[in-house]
């Protein structure tokens, strides 16, 4: 027997903390009863569980692992109440898999698609700090002292970012490009920081997390790979 979220975790289908989220909603059932309570024992052997009225699949499901470049255009929840395009428009395998992490819709770039609940849990968690590299255009140019404010870390109104790699990669003569390294997954973070010092973000793309890069991928190509090769280089 094991905690409810536990086993929709293990089953792939969302991180634990959105395993919560989704049973409080109310989109969670055991057995054709619906269970917002959190915590409920349940032996996914015996008993039927099914997640917005779909039956949780068997967690021994075989667990793929995707690197995708997103293009602009597409939202990275697995349903979309504006009914706009998800990632998973994009991607064909038989297993039901979900975007880990986020990128906002007008952002490009590499994304990891799963059912791994293990691996989604621990790359979500803040405690794993891995890095995520941003290309971003700004508007303007920004002095080294603005650059230096998101090295050292700046103010947002959710609280101060931690301290960010910085480097100036091309100036256009409206717009410079910016490569931001992160490791904090904030709400539109890098589009604050930027606008923080005055420079709106016109563009921004995901070039790599940890160390696995976006390489020659197109937007909306998508390459398998294994949890081995994440683990290596996250
Ligand atoms: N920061 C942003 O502002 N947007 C993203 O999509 C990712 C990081």
Known sequence: MDRLQKVIARAGIAS???????ISAGEVKVNGKVITEMGLKVDPKQDFIEVDNQPLRNSEEEKVYILLHKPKGYVTT???PQGRSTVLDLVKVPQRIYPVGRLDYDTSGLLILTNDGDLTYALTHPKHEVDKVYQA???????????DRLRQGILL?????????????KAFR???????????????QVR???????HEVADLKRIAIGSLHLGSLKPGEYVQTSLKTIEKNT
């Open 192 to 198: 604050r920081m930027c606008g923080a010092i005055g």
């Open 137 to 147: 255009r700004v508007k303007g140019h920004p002095t080294t002292n603005a650059l």
């Open 78 to 80: 697995v349903k979309d």
């Open 16 to 22: 634990r903390r959105k395993a919560e989220e989704m």
């Open 157 to 169: 109104e959710d609280g101060p970012t931690a301290p960010a790699k910085v480097k100036q990669l």
């Open 174 to 188: 409206e717009t410079t490009i910016l490569e931001i390294t992160i490791h904090e997954g904030r709400n539109r």
